[in-house]
Each structure stands twice: as C-alpha cells, then as structure tokens.
C-alpha cells in the first residue's frame, strides 16, 4: 500500500493525499509536478527511475473499508532537497532514457 508522503522531497510542498501534483517513482520518492519537472528532469535522485502521478486514494468509504479513513497518509516528513549540479550530473546520462528502458 502506498505510503501517501506528506510533502515534496525537494521543496517541502504540502501533498495531501488529494493532491493531484503528487509525482512518484516506483519506491514512492515523493515530489512535487514543478519539481520533477523542472529540477529533476524526470529522474528520481534516489533511484533514477521515472516519475508517474501518484493515485488518489478514495475519502469516502465506497467499498470494504478501502479508504482513506481506514488507511490514512503518512505523516512521516521526508526533506531532502536536491543539489543541483549534482543531481544535474547525475542526471545527465539518465534522463534521455524512457523510463521504461532505465
Ligand atoms: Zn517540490
Ligand atoms: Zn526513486
């Protein structure tokens, strides 16, 4: 089950988990739209993996007890503001990649 960060890692933009500027990759590093798209270049500092928006998970109660009420968002602040020349460098052989291909 996802996580549902609080913030972005670079910025420390709020993300609640309604927020459709959430971005994850596949380890759910969590960062803001603006972020992935204009620090990171479509590359997970961490990883190096692509980012997708991150789903909604349902307010209400629809069915099962599958909802936020039920399984609420982390509250667990994770900052860890890029550097960007080095995430520049690290980037550079990356981010010409699909991310289907990394
Ligand atoms: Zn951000
Ligand atoms: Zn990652």
Do not use: Q
């Not at 609080?6 to 609640?16: I, V």
């Not at 380890?27 to 961490?46: G, M, Q, R, W």
């Amino acid at each position: 089950m996802l996580e549902l960060r609080p913030t972005c890692e670079n910025c420390g933009k709020a993300l609640p988990p309604d927020a459709s500027e959430a971005r994850i990759c596949s380890y759910e590093c969590t960062f803001c739209a603006a972020c992935v798209d204009e620090v990171l270049d479509n590359v997970c500092p961490n990883c190096g993996g692509g980012f997708v928006p991150r789903p909604i998970r349902p307010a209400t109660n629809w069915n099962g007890d599958n909802f936020l009420g039920n399984d609420p968002a982390s509250t667990t602040v994770r900052h860890r503001p890029v550097d960007r020349a080095a995430h520049a460098r690290f980037a550079a052989p990356i981010k010409g990649i699909p991310p289907e291909k990394r």
